[in-house]
């Protein structure tokens, strides 16, 4: 069974037409998380997994500021640390104008919500299942 995203950037200025482009991306294999991240929440384990070399699709998103650590909890161990920012999502997908968003596989995040309301982190991947 194949799984698709559809990534959409639109950007509509208010003296212009909307400008839209879109790319879709197929794979057999995808992760979601849809969870709730307690206001001031620290280093909260979310078990989500991630080969960079397989994947092919990546969306993040959040209502509220959070950081996300990756492999190790508030510490210079970790690999990677995205500082989300409420509505404004990661997105990623193969063979993007932006850089990777993670330097190394994933095993494990760490998300903190330093923030007064609970937020909803919501994460899309799709990786190639026989990479």
């Keep these: 069974m ?3 995203h559809v990534h959409e950037r639109t950007i509509t200025p208010s003296d212009a ?3 839209t482009k ?3 991306i197929t794979s057999g ?3 979601p998380i849809s969870e709730s991240i307690p ?3 620290a280093d909260l384990l979310v078990a989500w997994t991630c080969d960079i070399t397989a994947l092919k699709s990546l969306f ?3 209502d509220q500021d959070l950081l996300i650590e990756t492999n190790e909890s508030a510490s210079a161990d970790a690999a990677d640390r995205l500082f989300l920012k409420a509505n404004q999502p ?3 997908m193969e063979n993007d104008v932006m850089d990777h968003p993670f330097s190394e596989d994933v095993t494990v995040l760490y998300v903190t919500n330093s923030g007064d309301d609970d937020a909803q982190l919501e994460i899309r991947s799709l990786e190639d299942a026989t990479p």
């Design 90 to 92: 990661v997105d990623w």
């Design 22 to 24: 879109q790319k879709t």
């Design 60 to 62: 993040i998103a959040s």
């Design 17 to 19: 037409t909307a400008v």
């Design 39 to 41: 206001a001031g929440s």
């Design 2 to 4: 194949s799984l698709t």
């Design 29 to 31: 294999a995808g992760h």
